[in-house]
């Protein structure tokens, strides 16, 4: 008897250190995590995204205002007519009838140009034959092209195209020295030429009937 009430001391007091030990809160412990049916269910909030801006090509004009009525009016008298092929075969044209001029092929200007204007090429290479002098030009670059002027007279329609470009302009001597430019130092030109071309006839070519400086 006395040892079972011993036993039962023994008990109560390791039960009791125990709980000490064991039972108390001592500020540091994490907490349970609550089952998932306890659980507060997230707000999810919703993300606004950035409207993307529009992206937009810049405008470039062609054409000058003082020019659109003429166009208009070429448009109306023969749809088949389109400013950005137009512009196109001009810039052509330009470098064909710049090189022709300055290798002196007066064949090939010919068929570019209008009478007067292959005239005037004509005189001005005799010209520089005479001199004993030599061209050795190069056109590096068109800048620009835009439609500046344009009109329809009956049948006749005529497109005037500022040309910005940049040129290496060399004279050479008889001996091929150089008396005149430099091939390394291109200089800007603005030249504004007119073209010209019968609406609906069996020849569709363009041809160079006006010459200018701008």
Not at 34 to 40: L, T, Y
Not at 111 to 131: G, M, Y
């Amino acid at each position: 008897m006395f040892l079972t009430v011993i036993l039962v001391m023994l008990t109560a007091f390791l039960a009791l250190n125990l709980y000490r030990v064991l039972g108390k809160r001592t500020g540091h412990e994490q907490p349970m995590p609550k089952p998932a049916e306890e659980r507060a269910p997230l707000t999810v909030v919703p993300r606004q995204v950035e409207a993307i801006g529009e992206v937009r090509e810049p405008v470039i004009r062609n054409i000058e205002p003082k020019a659109e009525a003429g166009i208009r009016a070429i448009i109306a008298a023969d749809s088949t007519f389109d400013v950005t092929r137009f512009l196109g075969g001009a810039q052509a044209a330009y470098r064909m009838i710049l090189e022709a001029f300055w290798k002196g092929d007066e064949e090939q200007l010919g068929w570019l140009a209008e009478d007067s204007v292959r005239d005037a090429f004509t005189t001005a290479i005799l010209a520089r034959n005479t001199a004993g002098h030599v061209l050795d030009n190069r056109l590096i670059s068109i800048e620009r092209a835009i439609i500046s002027d344009a009109s329809l007279e009956g049948k006749v329609a005529r497109v005037t195209v500022r040309f910005d470009a940049d040129i290496a302009a060399v004279t050479r001597d008889a001996d091929g020295t150089v008396i005149a430019g430099s091939m390394t130092d291109a200089v800007e030109t603005h030249d504004v030429w007119t073209f010209v071309r019968t609406l609906k006839s069996s020849d569709p070519n363009w041809k160079l009937a006006d010459t200018d400086e701008a």
